[in-house]
C-alpha cells in the first residue's frame, strides 16, 4: 500500500494559464475523489469517480474545471484560464468499497498559487 | 445537505494532558458516518477515527475516542495523554448514507506544549 499520490506538490502559475494535476489513488480503490480547500478552511468536495464513471460534481466545479480518469486508475484534474480565486490545494482522496464505514484516504495535496 | 459545524479555532494543550475537539452536525439522513481527520502542517490528511450512526458504542482506536452523543447531533474527539506530535488541524466530517462525498467542518487546530 504505496498511498495516495498527487504531483505535482506546488504549481504557481501566471492568471490565464492552464494547468493540469494528477493523483494516483491506492491501487485496489475503485473510487477517487477531489477536494479543493483554501487557507484556514476544511476541504470542499468538487468530484468523485468510481472507476472510469464520474458520478458526481460539485457547483464548486465550472467549466473551467474538467476531471478525467481514464481507465479507472489515475484521475487528472485540469483547470482553464486560471483566475486568482483559483489559489488553493486541491486535495485527492481514493476509497475501497462500497461499505459506508469506509475512510477517504488523502494524498499530500497539490498547492496551487496563482500570480 | 450535512453541515458539520466545529466551534474552537483554536486550543492549546500540555503534553500528556487529554484535550476534547467539539463537533456538532445537522443532516436529516437517518444513517450517516462521522470521520475525524488529523491535517499537519506539512498538508496530508491523515484519517484517525469512524462512527457510524447506529454504531452502538463509542468508536476507539489507539488514544483517540468519540464522545458520540446522537441526540445532541455531536461527535467529539477526545485525544488522551497528548504528544508533541499531536500539534496539528483536526476537522470533523461526515458523510450520509447514500452520498459519497465528505462534508468537513472549518477545522481546530491542537497546540500541544511542553
Known amino acids: 500500500d504505496t498511498g495516495v499520490s498527487q504531483d505535482p506538490r506546488h504549481k504557481i502559475t501566471k492568471r490565464g494559464q492552464n494547468v493540469t494535476f494528477r493523483c494516483d489513488p491506492i491501487s485496489e480503490h475503485n473510487r477517487l475523489y477531489w477536494y479543493r480547500q483554501t487557507l484556514g478552511q476544511g476541504p470542499e468536495f468538487l468530484t468523485y469517480?468510481?472507476?472510469?464513471?464520474?458520478?458526481?460534481k460539485s457547483r464548486l466545479l465550472s467549466d473551467r474545471f474538467s476531471a478525467e480518469r481514464p481507465k479507472g486508475s489515475f484521475s487528472t484534474l485540469e483547470i482553464q484560464r486560471t483566475e486568482q480565486g483559483d489559489s488553493a490545494m486541491y486535495l485527492c482522496?481514493?476509497?475501497?468499497?462500497?461499505?459506508?464505514?469506509?475512510?477517504?484516504?488523502f494524498g499530500d495535496g497539490t498547492r496551487l498559487s496563482i500570480l | 445537505a450535512q453541515k458539520i459545524t466545529q466551534t474552537q479555532p483554536g486550543m492549546f494543550v500540555q503534553e500528556k494532558e487529554a484535550v476534547t475537539l467539539d463537533c456538532t452536525y445537522d443532516?436529516?439522513?437517518?444513517?450517516?458516518?462521522l470521520f475525524w481527520y488529523k491535517q499537519p502542517s506539512s498538508g496530508e490528511m491523515i484519517f484517525l477515527i469512524y462512527?457510524?450512526?447506529?454504531?452502538?458504542q463509542n468508536a476507539t482506536e489507539g488514544r483517540y475516542s468519540l464522545n458520540f452523543q446522537k441526540a445532541r447531533k455531536s461527535a467529539n474527539l477526545v485525544i488522551s495523554a497528548s504528544q508533541l506530535g499531536d500539534s496539528a488541524m483536526y476537522f470533523c466530517?461526515?458523510?450520509?448514507?447514500?452520498?459519497?462525498?465528505?462534508?468537513f467542518g472549518a477545522g481546530t487546530t491542537v497546540t500541544v506544549r511542553a
Open positions: 482522496a481514493s476509497s475501497a468499497g462500497t461499505a459506508g464505514n469506509q475512510p477517504q484516504h
Open positions: 443532516t436529516s439522513d437517518p444513517s450517516y458516518g
Open positions: 469517480f468510481q472507476n472510469e464513471a464520474q458520478l458526481e
Open positions: 462512527q457510524g450512526s447506529y454504531d452502538q
Open positions: 466530517a461526515m458523510r450520509g448514507i447514500d452520498d459519497y462525498k465528505l462534508s
